[in-house]
């Protein structure tokens, strides 16, 4: 297989930004890789749990089962957030898995799983759904500093905000909105597949106001998880919602061109991730995203298609810069790393299934 | 099917008795299933597209083709696609790499893509090899390409003297799908890719099966594969069942050839034998072993029922489904395929402590 070498310049660019962006990787007082994600276990019961050096650090019951989980090196935690439609977002100290706040969603509004840092990690925006007013995406803000207490929101330029991430300048934040309109009430249907109108947004932080939003080219291409690699490009994965015999692209990669940029990759590459990217991670110019629907994870390199692995209902994915590599989760319980030799374990937890997301802390 | 001697039946028993013996239940289970299933379906396909590759290319290199010729062209096809419908359920291991099943099949085909680019791709400046049919896009290169060719217009034309690029194409999905099917055969022989050793040694350092547990859902998730495609895509959103809209006919699998109802029944015998393991001990067996022995029961009543439900549809599904009698028939399949899915979805799953898909069934 072709390799992942990150050049010492890639991994160096990172770490630079890293440190231009605070104290990042810094969430605890020891040495070494923390690994951080929602779980589940046989029974169904839920937990945000901490796993390092062989064995979980901490396992905390949670109120349902959790979706995405953030690191913040200001207030050293561990924000994990509820699955859709979830209206929990639990705060707890990264290094003994402490609980710091537990925040519920505003009345009428459910968090939609994910979130991001800006302001030098003072102010935490959320994706959420106004469902009470007919499913309009929102941005909620949190503030950090004072007990992760609501302070603002602005639209997010869609219905159906899902990830959102920070780009290096602090302040602007990417907004993938999926598009698909779906109600509490309602059991996850999804309630406007003919006319979904997914779209990139990238919006002003400090006063909410879109400063470009971007379509892909088929409107049932969900726009669900992205990255942005430290030169601020965003990579953005899509689930498709329209006919399954379809090969359409997935990935694109966006930074200040006049249109999302597929990624290339053959018929059947596409046609492996089963019209689903679960997670999308990104170093340098390389990209891994998972499907669990396809079992697989595959590897880009400046756009282009590298390398397909298989793991089963493999969905979490984080870049560990430290060691240059990508780790990965499954419904399995297993922590599974990605480096040049390909795939290998660097742990298991038997009686938990990893959830979608997963983060990583050296 | 010849009989076995006695003696020689006996003794098998035995070294199969004797093999068990020190297993765990669930070690047997990947043994017979292995044994019994997983590679007798592959050797199948392998030997039927092999049949099918060679008969094509005779009857293309022939100087003067007759419909006689054709029939029995015909003939070796179904004989392929009946051994590709045995393992297209089988949604684990060598198939997943590189997207071996696209290659065989296209379906549904909503937009009519194989006439189209089949018909662009014979008449196209590009000489008809494998190499160009591999570059091109999966639509052309299988079983789906060759029902075209073989029953929609092509079919005269095969017999005639402009038909050869025709033919060309035809003796060349042939091969192609005979190297997906030798593919898929090495991968999982033990004397090859060894796939199937893989499935049968689940362990922490096994990535693919960390465990028993993990082997066993691979099994089970394709039998809800199986059972859900037969279901959802062979029956309800052709025929319009289930609130799925109006009839459509042209969703059918292999329609043009008229086979959708044989397709149907070589999937649920498949599907029971990976259940059963036929005379081995599979998950039926497991089951009983896990006191469940109603349940057992009651899934190989229910693949019995979804069988001879499916054996009574008279004429073809595409010009039949409508009427009375075959109206009853899809309808007691539909329902039982329902009850077959509850189970392995469900019921199954929590008896033997196995989770399907955790993050594949997220959709967020």
Known sequence: MTAIELSRRQVLAGALTAIALGAAGTVWSGAGRRIYSAASDQANRHFLCCWAEGHLQFK???????????????????????????????????????????????????????????????????????????????????????????????????????????????????????????????????????????????????????????????HQLSLRHLDVSSDGEVVVGAQFEGDPTLALPLLFRHRGEDRLQALTATDPVWRQHHNYIASVACAGDAVIATSPRGGCISLWRNGEFQTLQALNDVAGAAFDSKTGTFLTSNGRGQLVQLDQQGLSLTGRVAELRWDNHMEVSS | MTRLPTRFTFLLAVCVFLSACGKTPEEQLLQATGSQALLPLHEKFLAESLNLAQSTSAFCAQRSRSSTDLAALRNRWVGAMNGWEGIQSIQFGPVIEDNQSWKVQFWPDRKNLIARKTEQFVKGDEAITLPALQEASVVIQGLSAMEYLLYDKPAEKLLSDEGQPYCDHLSTAATNLHQVADFLYQRWHPKGGNYLGTWQSPGPDNLAYPDKNAAIGALIETLVYGLERIKRDKLERPLGLSNAGQANPFLLEWWRSKQSREAILINLHSLQLLYSAGDGAGLEELLRHRDKEELSQQVTALFDQAISATASIEGSLSENHSEAANRSAINTLHQTLGELLAAFKREIPATLGITLGFNANDGD
């Open chain 1, 60 to 218: 905390v019951p949670s109120p349902g089962r959790g979706h995405d989980v953030l690191l913040n090196p200001l207030t050293r935690s561990a924000l994990y957030f509820a699955r859709r439609p979830g209206n929990w977002l639990t705060v707890l100290d990264a290094d003994t898995g402490a609980l710091q706040a537990r925040i519920a969603s505003p009345a009428g509004r459910h968090f939609y799983g994910h979130g991001t840092l800006v302001n030098n990690n003072s102010l935490l925006l959320t994706s959420e759904n106004d469902y009470a007013r007919g499913g309009e995406g929102l941005i909620g803000i949190y503030d950090c500093r004072d007990g992760y207490r609501r302070v603002g929101e602005f639209a997010s330029g869609g219905i159906g905000p899902h990830q959102l991430a920070t780009l290096p300048d602090d302040k602007t934040v990417v907004v993938a909105n999926g598009g698909i309109l779906t109600l509490p009430g309602s059991n996850r249907d999804k309630l406007n597949l003919e006319t979904m109108q997914p779209n990139l947004s990238y919006i002003d932080s400090r006063d909410g106001s879109l400063l470009g939003q971007w379509q892909p080219p088929h």
